[in-house]
């Protein structure tokens, strides 16, 4: 290539940048691009665990026991010989599922509280409000493990615990998004024109509040996904021999320095995931934010 043809080349390359520009296109980021390739696999994974992973997640191979990541095993084998690929592969739906789940449950009743508070009277906003700052001051993780201690372990319990610890926020942001819509003057003619309440939240002030709802549910399904991990790792979520990302974690934390990959790739697999999903959630909520302010 000549000197010509590079400046050629420089200069094609700097015009279709203007171009783009011009027409309020950016090309697409490098981190956006892996981290919803990432998210894509990883739910891929969740959904048909069997189609990368085809054996047991469960079966004990103890003539393999403690085998370092190869050919047979891409993610080596924990202390009962069993893949740690495959009960990693057959993890990701349990914890994906912990994190919806919980994520759902926090959405509606962060709602029901944000209504409430917004729509429910001046001592009523007083008292949901006092107790959603003494409940953000405890940090997620903290607070669903005060909520363990009542209810116990086990999955549902650990999937209501987690919702709990997430309610607060949500239900913050839903008041405050609902004392907006209720002073906007569609509302205000709608109630003028004798609009029954009930209709009234469902036609208007619900709908309007759903989207910066589920734009922080986006981000704050990270947080949700660690705090799940976390009290799994803890003890409170599935028992074992069950596959499930922060028990995995919790089961390899006695082998660091014997067997590094039991503990190593199932952390992997909650960092890469917890990281995706923030940076597909920050573009989404800044996208959001871009739509709403024009």
């Given at each position: 290539m000549t000197a010509v043809d590079a400046a050629?080349?420089?200069?094609?390359?700097?015009?279709?940048?203007?171009?783009?520009?011009?027409?309020?296109?950016r090309p697409p980021r490098v981190g956006l691009v892996l981290a919803v390739v990432t998210l894509v696999l990883i739910v891929a994974i969740a959904v048909v665990p069997g189609l990368f992973a085809g054996g047991s997640p469960t079966e004990i191979a103890s003539a393999d026991a403690l085998s370092g990541?190869?050919?047979?095993?891409?993610?080596?084998?924990?202390?009962?010989?069993?893949?740690?690929?495959?009960?990693?592969?057959?993890?990701?739906?349990?914890?994906?599922?912990?994190?919806?789940?919980?994520?759902t449950l926090g959405i509606l009743g962060g709602a029901v509280l944000g209504l409430?508070?917004?729509?429910?009277?001046?001592?009523?906003?007083?008292?949901?409000?006092?107790?959603?700052?003494?409940l953000l001051a405890l940090p997620p993780l903290l607070l669903a493990l005060l909520v363990m201690t009542v209810l116990g372990s086990g999955t549902l319990n650990l999937t209501l615990a987690v919702a709990i610890s997430t309610v607060p926020g949500y239900a913050r942001m839903v008041r405050a998004e609902a004392l907006v819509v209720r002073r906007s003057g569609?509302?205000?003619?709608?109630?003028?024109?004798?609009?029954?309440?009930?209709?009234?939240?469902?036609?208007?002030?619900?709908?309007?509040?759903?989207?910066?709802?589920?734009?922080?549910?986006?981000?704050?399904f990270g947080t949700t996904l660690i705090t799940a991990s976390g009290l799994s790792f803890l003890g409170?979520?599935?028992?074992?021999?069950?596959?499930?990302?922060?028990?995995?974690?919790?089961?390899?934390?006695?082998?660091?320095?014997?067997?590094?990959?039991?503990?190593?790739?199932?952390?992997?697999?909650?960092?890469?995931?917890?990281?995706?999903?923030?940076?597909v959630g920050r573009?989404?909520?800044?996208?959001?934010?871009?739509?709403?302010?024009?």
């Open positions: 050629v080349g420089v200069g094609a390359g700097v015009a279709a940048g203007r171009r783009s520009v011009i027409r309020g296109r990541p190869g050919g047979a095993h891409w993610f080596g084998t924990d202390q009962l010989g069993r893949d740690v690929f495959t009960r990693v592969a057959h993890g990701a739906g349990r914890s994906l599922w912990l994190g919806v789940s919980a994520t409430a508070a917004a729509l429910g009277g001046r001592a009523a906003d007083s008292t949901l409000m006092r107790l959603a700052d003494i569609y509302v205000e003619a709608a109630v003028g024109l004798g609009l029954r309440r009930w209709l009234l939240i469902g036609r208007h002030i619900l709908p309007n509040t759903l989207g910066p709802l589920l734009v922080l549910a986006t981000v704050g409170f979520g599935a028992e074992p021999p069950t596959p499930e990302w922060g028990l995995l974690l919790s089961e390899g934390r006695n082998y660091l320095s014997t067997a590094w990959w039991i503990a190593v790739f199932p952390g992997a697999a909650i960092t890469a995931t917890v990281i995706a999903v923030n940076v573009h989404v909520q800044a996208r959001y934010t871009r739509r709403t302010s024009r």
